[in-house]
């Protein structure tokens, strides 16, 4: 119950406070192609639930039709506002509506699609004990996840084969110890690895400058 209100809360102060920042993104992504500006992705909330997830689309339109499911750095069907977006992770700020009307937490075992959820053991299926999360243990691991994957032939198999079994078992660790607490050192991890990124961004153009 607690968490539950924290997380309201929380996505409700965000979303209002983010909502200059998403509507400027949002206007950039559909002024490219004249398409929404969202990504609506099916993902799975407990076994056999599926819930749509909000995405700020990085993408053109249509690219799961012309693509896997996993998306490395090079991938071409990412636009060029896509490809900012997805550096600072501010495609997931449209997630808060998701834990706004309680598809979602702030914190929790990032949320998979039916096709990789299917390869779920029956330790991985604890998983579901929770509801899925903006961010979690392997969304800070994992912060660079598009670039582990730039140079695979089969980014699918290879996310499969190396970053989801890591990605349970950062997981079913938080499953078994989360709490409030360790749900706010998470986002303060989150927020200072998104601040992170952009300072070391900035520092690598001030150089190129020179």
């Not at 950039?28 to 099916?42: G, K, R």
């Not at 039916?114 to 509801?131: G, H, I, Q």
């Not at 198999?157 to 998470?186: A, T």
Request: proline share 3%; glycine share 6%; charged share 25%.
């Amino acid at each position: 119950m607690v968490k539950r209100l924290f997380d309201f809360c929380f996505a409700l102060l965000g979303l209002t406070v983010l909502s200059p920042f998403l509507l400027l993104f949002m206007l950039l992504i559909w002024l490219q192609d004249f398409c929404s500006p969202f990504y609506i992705a099916p993902r799975m909330r407990k076994k056999d639930v599926i819930f749509k997830m909000a995405k700020l689309r990085s993408m053109v339109t249509n690219a799961d039709r012309i693509g896997g499911t996993s998306t490395s750095g090079t991938d071409q069907r990412i636009t060029w506002v896509g490809h900012f977006i997805r550096r600072f992770k501010l495609d997931e700020f449209s997630q808060l509506w998701n834990v706004l009307i309680g598809d979602m937490s702030l914190v929790g075992p990032r949320p998979q699609a039916a096709f990789d959820a299917s390869f779920y053991t029956e330790e991985e299926n604890k998983l579901f004990d929770v509801r899925p999360g903006i961010t979690d243990f392997s969304s800070i691991v994992f912060a660079d996840e598009s670039d582990i994957l730039k140079d695979a032939e089969d980014a699918d198999l290879k996310y499969n084969q190396v970053i989801r079994p890591w990605k349970s078992r950062f997981g079913l660790f938080y499953v078994k110890h989360h709490s409030l607490m360790v749900d706010i050192k998470l986002i303060f991890l989150t927020v200072f690895g998104i601040a992170v990124s952009y300072t070391h961004l900035r520092a690598h153009e001030t150089r190129g400058n020179l």
